[in-house]
């Protein structure tokens, strides 16, 4: 890997053929790394025959264990000057008008940017449909005028989505940011995804023994204590699917890697949080690829509201409180400007401090451009924006090393969190829990909303009658899906008004 500076890192020039009019252009590769991202190549053609010219971005890194998915809701005209780098594998799409752009060609561009390129692409075709479909061509104007608005910001909010199952995609976040409007969220790729990236095992490939472990991912014979001698099982043989999980056991099963699909162990504990409930503590590393996760998960049934705990953090012994963030929690620190949405920690039994660390950490390696020891590169970053993330940065050092204090709240629509009470069974005068009705969003977002644990065999006699509604999270109240549909249907009457205008004149 190039370790030289961006503007000493020389621009690499290659003679191709020119696939426009076959004679020969030039390509040029140039390697540079991305604030918020990661190395990438920037390659650009031109022919000096025909003037054609084309630009891509390729990722110079591995394909990531985890794919990515990021939600932005643009709602100004400087949101859309946010930076985009879109990888050959990333799928984008303009939620209002449900409008996707499938993986292809890697880009690196901003918001207005990518409208832009989207209107270009469907004005190329439009003479050709005017003669062939003048029906599809009014629709599509329609598309197109409504492109051009939200290029201008005249129609906002915009909701852009990118889903790169290689994880190599971004958008640029800023500390600004208020909830609900950047979101990231990791996720482990299906089989079928992994096929698509190449990274599934072929069937002539020999399997590797899945009780294997490298020496140094081996456990001790601590981690694997001899079974109480009532259930008549020692060590990790496999159970009796009667035989119950007991606590503080430590198992071991075979998996597959959702990284690389070759065969792994998992490790599963089961443990009891004082005043909580019980928790399971899984834990996989692959030898192939070396992907390692730690996940804890909740047990027990789903409850009937969601929960809110908030933590008034005033000195430097509240940082030390045990803390169980859900996968489906949502962290902020109104004091911090911070606003970590479900998915992007995972599910996390560690304390305050330990929390709050791991968001620098994770927060440093995506925003600034660091080396192996941690230390800091010099990017392009604009100075404004980097004075930005250094005091949010240096206010979130303050608060882990006890210096201020804040209030650290979780809202779990599952009740899966947990925060440690120092004063337990009694009321602790730092800490309030309280429970709330979840909303139709969170009921949908968690799959709740249509399920039935009643009369599941009977037809449901409500399919049907909102199917075609949505909710807006924004206000809660049902939104037509077919509200896009309107709207093109509007732009073609004007369209077609204009139309009748020019006939008649």
Not at 25 to 43: A, C, D, H, S
Not at 166 to 191: C, H, M, Q, V
Not at 328 to 356: D, W, Y
Request: charged share 30%; proline share 6%.
């Amino acid at each position: 890997m190039d370790t030289q500076a961006p503007a000493d890192r020389p621009v690499e020039e290659i003679s191709s053929l020119c696939m426009n009019c076959h004679e020969e252009g030039t390509t040029r590769l140039l390697l540079t790394k991305i604030p918020f991202f990661r190395e990438v190549v920037l390659m650009s053609f031109s022919c000096p025959h025909c003037e054609f010219k084309n630009s891509e971005v390729q990722s110079a890194g591995e394909v990531q264990q985890r794919g990515v998915k990021i939600s932005f809701k643009a709602g100004s005209q400087d949101d859309l000057q946010r930076q985009i780098v879109k990888s050959d594998t990333c799928v984008a799409r303009l939620e209002e008008l449900d409008l996707e752009i499938p993986a292809g060609r890697g880009q690196l561009t901003n918001i207005e940017g990518l409208l832009s390129m989207i209107k270009t692409d469907l004005e190329a075709q439009q003479p050709a449909r005017k003669e062939a479909t003048p029906e599809i061509h009014r629709r599509v104007q329609a598309i197109i005028q409504l492109l051009a608005d939200m290029r201008s910001a005249q129609k906002m909010p915009l909701t852009i989505t990118l889903d790169d199952i290689a994880g190599n995609s971004s958008l640029e976040p800023s500390p600004e940011d208020r909830s609900g409007k950047y979101i990231r969220s990791e996720y482990a790729r299906t089989s079928e995804q992994n096929e698509t990236l190449g990274l599934r095992q072929s069937a002539a490939e020999p399997e590797a023994s899945s009780t294997v472990e490298s020496p140094e991912y081996r456990a001790s014979d601590q981690m694997y204590p001899v079974m109480p001698a009532s259930n008549g099982i020692e060590g990790n043989a496999p159970q009796d699917a009667n035989d119950e999980i007991v606590e503080n056991q430590v198992y071991s099963f075979p998996a597959s890697c959702p990284g690389c699909e070759h065969p792994c162990n998992t490790h599963m504990k089961m443990v009891r949080v004082p005043h909580f409930k019980e928790v399971v503590i899984m834990s996989t590393v692959c030898d192939s690829c070396g992907y390692r996760s730690n996940e804890v998960k909740t047990g027990g049934e789903v409850p009937a509201k969601g929960r809110r705990i908030t933590l008034r953090v005033e000195k430097k012994e509240d940082l030390s409180r045990d803390i169980l963030k859900a996968e489906s929690a949502v962290v902020s620190c109104p004091e911090l400007s911070l606003n970590v949405e479900p998915g992007t920690l995972g599910g996390r039994f560690t304390t305050v401090e330990g929390l709050l660390v791991q968001v620098r950490h994770d927060l440093k390696a995506s925003i600034f451009e660091t080396n192996d020891d941690g230390s800091m590169q010099g990017d392009s970053m604009p100075s404004n924006d980097r004075t930005k993330w250094d005091a949010f940065f240096k206010n979130l050092d303050s608060a882990i090393s006890g210096q201020i204090a804040f209030t650290l709240i979780l809202e779990d629509p599952l009740a899966a969190s947990y925060v440690q009470s120092f004063t337990a069974p009694d009321p602790d005068a730092q800490l309030r829990v309280l429970e709330y009705e979840r909303t139709q969003q969170e009921e949908e977002d968690l799959g709740l909303a249509d399920m039935r644990t009643e009369g599941y065999e009977e037809p449901d006699a409500t399919n049907g009658a909102s199917k075609d509604a949505i909710v807006d999270s924004g206000n809660q109240q049902p939104v037509e899906v077919d509200e896009i549909q309107k709207q093109v249907e509007a732009r073609m009457k004007e369209l077609e008004a204009d139309d009748t205008h020019e006939n008649r004149s």
